[in-house]
């Protein structure tokens, strides 16, 4: 037994079933409420610290918002060099906007990588979003950060229509671009994931997609439902199957668009045990499919530093992204 095969039974098989299963109420609000989990510091202390944004939906939203003080000074370092296309409307409503960033050498044959933000599908902007503009910019990728509306405005099933409606708007827009490659971190990743499953048929367009960087995220959306994080986004088995990747993975295996795609699937070494098993689970899920995926644990960071270390170039996750776009072919 391999590897591989030896990790496919982490769901804990028909008879246990999968593990947040068997969680008290207690633990399993402690799985997923990640600023639990962080190691700098104490989740108060970092609360604090970070935090940069008001708290409308509820007690626990604050947590995902540690990484904006750094994302809103990365955001305003990427603005300033005059260098972007800001609150581009991909679509007719209001929240449909995203901002495009430029290398100093702007051709119709740019690589783009499209970021989609975390916040628990309820807070975020992509305002405080450009982590990774700085370092990608300087190498010759084009970045652009996507805004959808977020809980209560938007319900899971229009954030995936906003986020499907973001990459079209992209392709179209470019359509000699030297690839598009998907990156979301926690709720976002869950986003991006989605459209490993997308009909693009139906939009009159086949984005040229070449690489996905899943972040931190989670896939199962199950479990979710029973913690204080769900809100009102999630009130029936069939809402969280319908927007959970793994799910539809896992029921009716999907066959990559295009084989050569890549597909990084990575979580934080300090990530709560529940998010190494999302992540694990969804690398197992799509190598049995046939996808050319890996799966990497960061070492030493947390749901929060695995992000925001983006703005650093010699991060290994921002060298991980630029040897994809830039591998030989």
Request: with cysteine.
């Amino acid at each position: 037994m391999d590897g591989m095969d030896g990790m496919d039974d982490l769901d804990g098989g028909p008879e246990g079933g999968a593990p947040w299963k068997r969680m008290s109420k207690e633990e399993l609000e402690n799985q997923y409420s990640p600023s639990r989990w962080v190691v700098r510091l104490g989740a108060e202390e970092a609360l604090r610290t970070y935090s940069q944004i008001g708290n409308e939906a509820g007690p626990e939203v604050p947590q995902v918002h540690l990484p904006y003080f750094i994302g809103e000074e990365a955001t305003k370092r990427a603005q300033a060099t005059g260098r972007n296309l800001l609150d581009v409307p991909y679509g007719d409503g209001e929240g449909e906007k995203l901002d495009i960033y430029f290398p100093e050498a702007v051709s119709e044959g740019l690589p783009f990588l499209v970021f989609f933000h975390g916040g628990y599908w309820q807070s975020g902007s992509k305002d405080s979003s450009a982590f990774m503009v700085g370092p990608l910019t300087a190498q010759g990728v084009a970045v652009v950060i996507v805004a959808y509306d977020v809980a209560p405005k938007g319900t899971l099933d229009q954030m995936v229509a906003q986020v499907t409606q973001s990459i079209v708007f992209v392709q179209k827009q470019y359509p000699g671009n030297q690839g598009i490659y998907l990156c979301g971190h926690s709720a976002g990743a869950h986003l991006a994931a989605m459209m490993l499953l997308a009909n693009w048929t139906k939009h009159g367009v086949t984005p040229n997609l070449k690489g996905f960087f899943l972040v931190s995220g989670i896939y199962d959306l199950e479990p979710v439902m029973h913690t204080s994080e769900n809100a009102s986004l999630l009130t029936t088995l069939e809402d969280a199957q319908r927007n959970s990747p793994q799910w539809h993975l896992k029921t009716a295996p999907t066959q990559p668009v295009d084989p050569a795609c890549r597909i990084l699937v990575t979580v934080g070494q300090h990530d709560s045990p529940e998010f190494h098993r999302q992540s694990r689970e969804l690398y197992q899920t799509l190598r049995r499919g046939g996808w050319k995926v890996s799966f990497e644990e960061l070492h030493d960071v947390d749901h929060f530093e695995i992000l925001w270390n983006l703005t650093q170039k010699d991060y290994v996750l921002t060298q991980i992204i630029l040897k994809t776009i830039f591998q030989e072919s």
